[in-house]
């Protein structure tokens, strides 16, 4: 891509790699071949290598999407982590997506404990729905459950197992909800439907639309795409080298 491309048709280019889920060949970085579907017929596989050298048009197209989807926001309650962390991984999930819950089962609490406790990860998610009106419901329900400082409780608790349909009905919510800590259920029930819910789901949704994001789980590790809920190791891989290019980790302090 030439280094003149405008900020859309950069911010495109990035969305096509992670819709269509091939690699980016610029810079010898394979992402994984498996995305969610509505079906949860096996683990998918990814291999992912770098190459010796990269290219600095590839990186500033990067950082310049890390920079528009990184908020860093003070108190964001669907964040976790520093807000100054070297590496920023956002997240765009739906609650009914199977290989969201096992990212959230299988892969997020290694990143957590070995990335996120030591400072260097910063995890943000969005809520991307895909599945129509009960991920929609059940978005608005984390979006409530977090006004009361208790997102990622209820966000757990939703991807425990796989819950479709019925099972994020509005008192199904209600009861995860009081399970998962939240003490306020009037005022859960009422920011559920709000105004303020729908515009915070509408944010995260044109954010993803954007990028071109058309399947659950997608991510970004500073600004760079990785497809699906690939094996802890690949998004381990990815952190590291994002915290050496971020000038940490033990590449990084060997350089200097």
Not at 46 to 66: G, N, R, T, V
Not at 78 to 104: H, M, N, W
Not at 137 to 152: L, N
Not at 198 to 223: C, H, I, M, W
């Amino acid at each position: 891509m030439p280094v003149s491309a405008s900020p859309t048709r950069k911010l495109a280019a990035i969305g096509a790699v992670i819709a269509l889920v091939v690699a980016v060949i610029a810079i010898g970085v394979a992402v994984g071949t498996s995305v969610e579907g509505d079906r949860d017929t096996g683990r998918p596989e990814a291999a992912a290598s770098a190459a010796p050298q990269e290219d600095p048009a590839q990186q500033k197209m990067f950082d310049d999407l890390a920079k528009r989807t990184s908020r860093r926001a003070d108190g964001d309650p669907l964040a976790i982590g520093k807000k100054d962390a070297p590496v920023v991984l956002v997240e765009y999930a739906d609650y009914q997506c199977s290989f969201c819950g096992r990212f959230t089962r299988e892969t997020q609490p290694g990143l957590i404990k070995k990335f996120v406790d030591a400072g260097t990860l910063r995890i943000e998610f969005r809520n991307f729905t895909v599945f129509g009106a009960d991920s929609e419901r059940a978005a608005r329900a984390s979006w409530a459950a977090g006004q009361q400082g208790k997102f990622w409780q209820l966000h757990d608790a939703l991807y425990a197992k796989t819950r479709k349909g019925a099972a994020l009905a509005e008192d199904k919510l209600v009861d995860l909800a009081r399970t998962s800590g939240v003490d306020d259920l009037d005022k859960f029930r009422a920011d559920l439907k709000s105004a303020d819910a729908e515009r915070a789901l509408k944010k995260d949704q044109d954010e993803g639309y954007r990028l071109g994001v058309q399947s659950t789980p997608s991510f970004l590790v500073n600004g760079r795409p990785v497809a699906g809920a690939q094996p802890y190791e690949v998004f381990a891989q990815a952190v590291q080298k994002a915290a050496e290019r971020a000038g940490h980790g033990p590449a990084a302090k060997g350089a200097k």
